[in-house]
């Protein structure tokens, strides 16, 4: 199982949306195929098809909880990540 994958299984379970690490999920997402512009701390995904933008910001090393629940909603509601 690759990093990606590993990443992905652990947002979408949702039990440790604490721990994930920033830059997983910001790899999460470009491989997801997300297009990444960063202003200051802020790193905005977005892509072709998706009309919700994605506002991602530090809390340390790792992602805060709820942009990591907002970005599990994301990958449901556009079933993203299964065919990928």
């Known amino acids: ?4 994958e590993k990443t992905l299984s652990r947002v979408l379970q949702g039990s440790s949306d604490a721990n994930i690490a920033f830059d997983d999920l910001c790899q999460l997402l470009r491989r997801l195929g997300f297009e990444e512009r960063i202003r200051s701390s802020h790193h905005l995904f977005k892509k072709n098809g998706i009309d919700e933008m994605i506002n991602l910001q530090r809390d340390g090393n790792k992602a805060k909880v709820y942009q990591v629940r907002q ?12 065919d990928e």
């Open 71 to 82: 970005v599990r909603a994301i990958i449901l509601q556009y079933k993203l990540g299964v």
């Open 1 to 4: 199982m690759s990093k990606h």
